[in-house]
């Protein structure tokens, strides 16, 4: 996301749900508008730790594939959440920063404008997304119910909605310990294991 979308959109940006996205990011499906981080030399970047997927390991590997140092091409400012991404883009503290979709979202109730202020201009490859986990002490029929009903409140609207909003979960799915290979994949590709 960036605050300068005359440098890195190479098109008008368009509105969608009151956010602002341009190079096709508007689809809301990735890869999108990656050739344009390349533009980013001498950017100051407002990103999360190497722990994090979204605030660190994706947009990182993308720009190494883009040709970019990552040690030297930009001007990296660590923030701790990816709110604080949000807001140092929308702050001006840096020009573009690192996030999931649609990070803008947990600060729009404080920052009423910024959909308008910060543009999505890229989306990496999706990412798998975070878990829920149940304890082995539960009996395999009790977690079976859980995960049976949380599944299928999860397809209903209003449940949703309320994991929206919690957590910007759009939905739960049974658990495939092998979509988290992608994750290792790329870590391992930024020498971080």
Known sequence: MTNNPD??????????????????????VGPAGLDAIDKMTGATVA????GSPAGYIYPMLALKNAGLNIDTDIDAIPVTANDASVLAVHNGDAEVGFSFWDARD????????????????????????????????LSQQLQDEITTALAD???????????????????????DPSSLDVVADAAEQLGLQ
């Open 47 to 50: 990103m999360l730790g190497p």
């Open 106 to 137: 947990i600060v729009s109730k404080d920052v009423p404008d910024v959909g308008q202020k910060v543009v999505v201009f890229a989306l990496t490859t999706e990412i798998p997304n975070d878990g829920v986990a149940l304890t082995k002490g």
């Open 153 to 175: 409140y999860s397809n209903t609207e209003e449940g949703s909605a309320a994991l929206m909003s919690v957590y910007s979960i759009s939905k739960l799915a049974l658990a």
């Open 7 to 28: 440098k890195y959109c190479a098109d008008v940006p368009v509105e969608r749900d009151g956010k602002l996205f341009c190079n096709g990011a508007d689809a809301l």
